[in-house]
């Protein structure tokens, strides 16, 4: 738990304060995959109409197949875009719906990363973060809002989808800066990292501790 706070940690900016509060939150509260994470876009985080904001998990062409989300169809093609499968909750896409203190940092996190970039900065953004753009091949609103689409039109600084998480250069986040931010997290707090064999990833441990919360929390079914 007091992972989550990212407070007094060994990271230098604020950026990678609320980087790390934000992706522990989505995989410890949420359920969410290290690999669904990295692949949110700007396009997957959505308001309704009654305030409720959620976040869509779905496969894009752009995204690297080892980041898959699993429980979703798999995009071998853009043409792909245009399928009543990908198009279908549940099986195109999933819809987790956030808790109001994680809105909120994601929020701040897109005023702080994606907003008011000027020179080298919205250069870097503009080549290095890019992401398909699914709305623009589902031309029915209704079916936009039903898949849960934010219109990146309104909200990026070029129009276009971009990946949520980025790093301090402005490019989208990968894998391996993010465990290595990670790991630094962990051994400043103390906690045992496996060397040599693996017996549990890191990112895993968060998603383990959502199941072990809807079990003793929420009483929930161990094997659901």
Same mark, same amino acid.
């Given at each position: ?7 007094? %940690? ?35 985080? /959505? ?38 499968? /990908?198009? $279908? $909750? ?48 589902? $031309? ?7 898949? $849960? ?23 989208? %986040? ?51």
């Amino acid at each position: 738990l007091k992972l989550r706070e990212a407070k007094g %940690l060994p990271i230098s900016n604020k950026h990678n304060r609320l980087l790390a509060r934000c992706i522990i939150d989505l995989m410890f509260l949420h359920g969410l995959r290290i690999g669904e994470v990295l692949s949110l876009t700007l396009e997957d985080f /959505y308001t309704d109409s009654d305030g409720q904001a959620c976040i869509s998990i779905r496969n894009r062409f752009s995204n690297p197949i080892y980041r898959n989300a699993k429980g979703c169809m798999s995009v071998q093609r853009i043409s792909d875009y245009h399928s009543r499968d /990908y198009q $279908k $909750k549940d099986i195109g896409y999933q819809v987790v719906y956030l808790e109001k203190q994680v809105v909120q940092d994601i929020m701040e996190y897109i005023s702080l990363m994606h907003d008011f970039l000027k020179g080298k900065a919205k250069r870097a953004y503009k080549s290095k973060s890019l992401a398909d753009t699914v709305s623009q091949y589902i $031309k029915s609103d209704k079916v936009q809002r039903e898949m $849960k689409m934010t219109d990146v039109s309104q909200v990026s600084i070029d129009g276009k989808n971009h990946y949520l998480f980025l790093n301090s250069r402005y490019a989208a %986040l990968t894998d391996s800066r993010w465990n290595q931010l990670l790991r630094q997290i962990f051994q400043y707090e103390h906690i045992g990292i496996d060397y040599g064999s693996r017996n549990f990833g890191l990112n895993h441990r968060f998603r383990h501790g959502y199941a072990v919360m809807l079990i003793h929390n929420l009483k929930m079914d161990a094997h659901v």
